[in-house]
């Protein structure tokens, strides 16, 4: 079974930074391709960033520049640096197991092709 146990988030004010991490377990994070999605109350869960096949990192258009996406093989573990935070990043932040690399195609997320989610963490930014 995999697991991915997830943490960092809080609350911060706009313009504030927050560091999201996910360990895995049952599951090397360098075989395949690891992203986060996110999801604010009653919306959709949206695609943030991701790694592609060729471990180029892809990145939705509303945190381009500001986010960073990243990962420590040794450790087993995807980050998400997020910088010049907004009221609108505010949802439950979600890494994501994409084992074959199907959950970002041609600029946009495909949620449904996660193989497995972490729990979430919530970040919530104030005016």
């Known amino acids: 079974q995999i697991q991915l146990v997830e943490s960092g988030g809080g609350s911060v004010q706009s313009g504030g930074s927050l560091r999201l991490s996910c360990t895995a377990s049952g599951y090397t994070i360098s075989s395949g391709c690891m992203a986060w999605f996110r999801q604010a109350p009653k919306m959709r869960r949206e695609g943030v960033a991701s790694f592609d096949a060729k471990g180029i990192p892809n990145y939705a258009d509303s945190v381009k520049g500001r986010f960073t996406i990243s990962q420590d093989n040794p450790k087993n573990t995807l980050y998400l640096q997020m910088n010049s935070l907004r009221p609108e990043d505010t949802a439950m932040y979600y890494c994501?197991?994409?084992?074959?690399?199907?959950?970002?195609?041609?600029?946009?997320?495909?949620?449904?092709?996660?193989?497995?989610w972490g729990q979430g963490t919530q970040v919530t930014v104030s005016l």
């Open positions: 994501a197991v994409d084992r074959y690399c199907l959950a970002y195609s041609g600029g946009w997320y495909y949620p449904q092709r996660v193989d497995v």
